[in-house]
Each structure stands twice: as C-alpha cells, then as structure tokens.
C-alpha cells in the first residue's frame, strides 16, 4: 500500500499546490497558471497526493477544444507535479490514474496531454497524429499525445487542439 493518498484538492490546500508547483518547475510559472486555471477553466479536476499530511504532488485537468466541433467534451492535463521527495514512488502515476477516472465518471471522451513521449503511453495515451489532432503549440509531435475515454469519440474528428487562454497568459 502506498504511503499516500490521492484526492480532490480543496480550498485550504491552494498554498500547498502553489509550493508543490513551483518547487517541481524550479519556476513560479506553472504555479500561477494552476491559480489562474482554478479561477476561470469550468469544469477543473484537481488533485492532490498527500503524504504524512503534506501536499507531495498535483495534477489539474481543464477543457480544451478542437475547432468545428463544440459538442466534444476534451480535457487537457496540465501541469502534473511531484516533490522531489516523492517521485519514483508512484505518486504521479495514481494521479493520472485517478484523474483520467474523474473525467470518465464526469462523461469526457477524450483527454489530451503534451508531455514526455516515455512516460503517458502507460496510462493509454497515443500520438494525437493518429488520430488527426494537433496541438496549437510548436512542440516535438510525439509529445502531443491523446487518450479516448470513450471508444471512438474522436472518429472523423480533426484539427488542432485550443487549450484555455490561461496558457498563453491570456
């Protein structure tokens, strides 16, 4: 069993996740994105893994959109952060994990991640070019990755994914 727990983030816990961001980035950057992102993104699933009753990591998901198609239901995850202390122990896979469940119960079909091409294939995530999606950032193109949470939600669907403007400072 491990020796934290994964759960949603609450109000009393902001000034933690802001820490655990900041900390994991070495930037203040992706900790004010989260701030911003808890204030304007609709609907945000946020979670924290807790240990010894400290905040050790974090990961947010938040709607982006493919252009043409406004009926999807898409979340986008980012950032995911775990203290330094605690990575290697499987807190950052429970939060994916435990993420991509929310936003299955919450009825999403599909969530999209620009992330490390060695790391998210585990949880079931594949190349965005396999299934004509782009992201709207100059980034390698096996880093763009996306995961159906519904079979087929995507089928003859395509373009370049919009995240919330939070992300580009907007």
Known sequence: MPGFLVRAERDDDHAAVH????????????AELVDKLRREADP????????????????????????GHPDLRIMG???MAVAAAHRGQGVGSALVRNGLDRCARMEMGAVV???HPGYYPRFGFKPGAGYGLACEYDAPADSF???ELQPRYLAGR??????????AGE
Do not use: C, R, W
Request: hydrophobic share 55%.
């Open 19 to 30: 820490a655990v961001n900041a900390a994991a980035f070495e930037s203040p950057v992706e």
């Open 44 to 67: 945000v699933v946020s979670l924290v893994a807790e240990a010894g009753g400290k905040i050790v990591g974090h990961i947010m998901f938040t709607p982006v959109t493919l252009p």
């Open 77 to 79: 995850l980012a950032p």
């Open 113 to 115: 991640v620009l992330g």
């Open 145 to 147: 990755m996306v995961k």
């Open 158 to 167: 395509s373009g370049t994914v919009s995240y919330h403007a939070a992300f």
